[in-house]
């Protein structure tokens, strides 16, 4: 069965440093591949995502993601934290169908 | 263009009582999909639909009906709501994956329900 497993719950980082957000799935096929940023009281908008193609995909607001086939991984960067990323983050997996698996998500912290 | 819009933002309901989520999308999506989000397990599907009179079951669907008699409107019915209803109702819509890869879902902004 399709599964997502994002293993951080609650990450912190300061203003200005870098960010990498692990999500590790599972799925028989090719995978479809997802992130999703929901900020506090909003619904779901998605950054970006990995069909096929180029392993390096990037998304809005300055975030990217890698698709590694040999590690069933699909990690979100970015490479300088704001204030206003702080939000709860999805990874999610397509099956067929356009139906969605999703993570359990992280929460990001932003600490000036 | 308001996209995917929900009603009501919230509501608070006794045990055993009944409503209906409406969601409304002007994308002329032939997709609609109702999700249920709770703290640690992300968000999981309940029902969707395909098009206009179609609905097929999620991943959670007991207790909950739907009904899509408009292609741009998608209902969430609880006939008996429960405690473990309680939780963040998430709509979204989308194009189908015609030949190829799923489409992005467009998300609502939520109804949170609390039955007590």
């Known amino acids: 069965a399709q599964s997502v497993t994002q293993p951080d719950i609650h990450i912190t980082v300061s203003e200005g440093a870098s960010l990498e957000l692990r999500c590790n799935y599972s799925?028989?096929?090719?995978?479809?591949l997802f992130w999703y940023v929901q900020s506090p009281g909003q619904g779901l908008q998605l950054l970006l995502k990995y069909f096929s193609g180029d392993t390096l995909v990037q998304g809005i607001k300055g975030f990217e993601a890698e698709f590694k086939r040999s590690q069933s991984s699909f990690n979100l960067r970015k490479p300088s934290v704001h204030w206003s990323d702080a939000a709860e983050y999805f990874c999610a997996v397509g099956k067929y169908g356009n139906k969605l698996v999703f993570g359990a998500g992280t929460i990001l912290r932003v600490k000036s | 263009n308001a996209g995917v819009t929900q009603t009501p933002k919230f509501r608070v309901l006794k045990t055993g009582q009944s409503m209906t989520l409406l969601c409304a999308q002007d994308m002329n999506h032939e997709y609609m999909y109702w999700y249920r989000q709770d703290p640690g397990m992300g968000l999981r599907l309940i029902h969707y639909?395909?098009?206009?009179?179609?609905?097929a079951k999620g991943e959670v669907p007991d207790g909950y009906n739907v009904s899509r008699l408009k292609k741009q409107n998608f209902l969430l019915g609880l006939e008996s709501a429960a405690p473990s209803q309680t939780s963040v109702y998430f709509c979204?819509?989308?194009?189908?994956?015609?030949?190829?890869?799923?489409?992005?879902?467009?998300f609502g902004p939520g109804t949170r329900l609390t039955v007590l």
């Open positions: 799925y028989g096929a090719t995978p479809y």
């Open positions: 979204a819509s989308s194009f189908p994956p015609r030949g190829g890869p799923g489409n992005e879902q467009f």
């Open positions: 639909s395909v098009g206009e009179g179609t609905t």
